[in-house]
T-cell receptor, first 115, second 115 residues
Framework: AQTVTQSQPEMSVQEAETVTLSCTYD???????LFWYKQPPSRQMILVIR??????QNATENRFSVNFQKAAKSFSLKISDSQLGDTAMYFC????????????FGQGTRLTINP | DADVTQTPRNRITKTGKRIMLECSQT?????MYWYRQDPGLGLRLIYY???????NKGEISDGYSVSRQAQAKFSLSLESAIPNQTALYFC??????????????FGPGTRLTVL
């Protein structure tokens, strides 16, 4: 079974700084997807960024980028020029593309951006 | 209008009561999922359904049941609620054959408290 670990329960940075959230996972699969979801105080789960394991290029979405290290089974999220609206819970998640396509989530990292 | 809706948004009930959480979607997706979120544990899969006639247990299905009344509706029931079922519950949908690259779309969540 796959597992996802987020070792940073909480993080706090100043506005405009860059912050990196860590995520490691364990799987014997070669083909899979990795995701970062954001959960603001509204509770809504919002997809931030997605990475296909077969792609060597790291995914980027505006101020959000990932560092995907397949051999190390590491998938960190970097937020550049952080904004107050980035304050949220962030979840790393794993998915096998075959079968149930269920998401396996990490424990979450609570990120606070301070003015 | 939201594509995935959940009712109720918040519910307080007592131990032993039967509770139904409802999920509706207008995205036309065949696949629907129920997750529960607990602090420090992330989200975990309770049940999932590929269509009206295909329902499957997730990793934490004990104490829960589901009903897929139509493609657009997927309900989660707690037959006899207990306090450790106090959690945030999410419904999600996906369409593997679409252009969403295996993205799951989440409802707004239901906060359930069992006293």
């Amino acid at each position: 079974a796959q597992t996802v670990t987020q070792s940073q329960p909480e993080m706090s940075v100043q506005e405009a700084e860059t912050v990196t959230l860590s995520c490691t996972y364990d799987t014997s699969e070669n083909n899979y997807y990795l995701f970062w979801y954001k959960q603001p105080p509204s509770r809504q789960m919002i997809l931030v960024i997605r990475q296909e394991a077969y792609k060597q290029q790291n995914a980027t979405e505006n101020r959000f980028s990932v560092n995907f290290q397949k051999a190390a089974k590491s998938f960190s999220l970097k937020i550049s020029d952080s904004q107050l609206g980035d304050t949220a819970m962030y979840f790393c998640a794993f998915m096998k593309p075959e079968g149930a396509q269920k998401l396996v989530f990490g424990q979450g990292t609570r990120l606070t951006i301070n003015p | 209008d939201a594509d995935v809706t959940q009712t109720p948004r918040n519910r307080i009930t007592k131990t032993g009561k039967r509770i139904m959480l409802e999920c509706s979607q207008t995205k036309g997706h065949d696949r629907m999922y129920w997750y529960r979120q607990d602090p420090g544990l992330g989200l975990r899969l309770i049940y999932y359904s590929f269509d009206v006639k295909d329902i499957n247990k997730g990793e934490i299905s004990d104490g829960y049941s589901v009903s897929r009344q139509a493609q657009a509706k997927f309900s989660l029931s707690l037959e006899s609620a207990i306090p450790n079922q106090t959690a945030l519950y999410f419904c999600a949908t996906s369409d593997p054959s679409g252009t969403g690259h295996n993205e799951q779309f989440f409802g707004p969540g239901t906060r359930l408290t069992v006293l």
